[in-house]
């Protein structure tokens, strides 16, 4: 069971613990920022932390409380998630964390609530959550964890006291991804965008290879190697929210390169000869409309409309084909 937070994380830890000495801790905290930076670890960490009988700088690991926390049935951690990821948390969810709150803490200590992703929750979840913000009952603490909290009830929001998780310094992300034993973690580190979990999650369901048949298809694509249609037949198989966001950074890459005419900052540094080659025969206003398109077709494939793959995919080669060789 992990006890400590990240290293990026050490601060904030300190001024909860801190808080928590002086008795000084809200009863509602909400923990924010980009997702893969370890909310969800920070939430869990400081969870044990209160849940534990005898802490030093973190959870001790080995008391009765930390114990049942380790099989995972401490009955004074509840956490409450979507029952499916993407879906919303319901008033159903929310009912029955106000039912268990209203009796004793049965281990005698705090109760604690995890809510993850808190903008789930759909609008009746929000309202039904806010009274038991207002009214939480002794030693109860709210954790809330939201990747994206503007669209948190502002009413919620107000009741909880702010802690922002920021990204690590580049230096500290890669020694954490060296510690996790990965190939290539600058690369993951970029194209993750410096988000450290991303970054071995990638690595974890073999992104990098899985990128490569992107790469691939725009090459041979554009030396006629291969046809629009059997390269799209390879990319369907492949998540497209991944597909679409690998091809839109790659765009990206082609209009910074066309602007600052230096492959310094680009994020897909493995693919330099493709962005270079590319950007030298499209202009910029051209990569703007493809990126456009790009958006488009995700927008639909989130909204669950489920475009066609294959013809979403044919679209956009055929796209790339005709600004490669102008003749849109
Ligand atoms: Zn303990």
Known sequence: MELMPYQWQLQTWKRLRSLNSQERLPHALLFSGGSGIGKQHFAECFARYM????????????????????????PDLMTVVPDEPGKPI???????????????????????????????????????LLKSLEEPGDRTLFLLVSHNPGRLM?????????????????????????????????????????????????????GLDRRQLLLKGLSATASGRSSVVDVAVVWQKESPIQMLDWLQSLINDMIRYRSAESVDNLT?????????????????????????????????????????????????????????????
């Open 154 to 206: 502002a009413t919620v929001r107000s009741r909880c006291q702010s802690y922002p998780l920021a990204l690590p310094e580049e230096q500290q992300a890669m020694e954490w991804l060296h510690q996790q034993q990965v190939d290539n973690p600058e690369l993951l580190l970029r194209l993750s965008a410096g988000a450290p979990l991303r970054a071995l999650n990638l690595h974890q369901h073999k």
């Open 90 to 128: 319901k008033i159903d969810q929310i009912r029955q964390l106000s039912q268990k709150l209203s009796g004793t803490a049965q281990q005698g200590g705090y109760r604690v609530v995890i809510l993850n992703p808190a903008e789930e929750m759909n609008i009746n979840a929000a309202n039904a």
């Open 51 to 74: 849940l534990c009988s005898s802490p030093s700088e973190h959870a001790c690991g080995n008391c009765k409380n930390c114990l049942l926390l380790q099989q995972g049935s401490h």
């Open 268 to 328: 897909n540094s493995d693919a330099e000869s493709l962005i270079l080659k590319a950007s030298a025969r499209i202009p910029g206003e051209k990569l703007f409309a493809f990126a456009d398109r790009i958006q488009e077709y995700r927008q639909q494939v989130t909204a669950k409309t489920n475009p066609n793959r294959q013809l979403m995919f044919e679209d956009l080669l055929i796209y790339w084909l005709e600004l490669i060789f102008q003749r849109r």
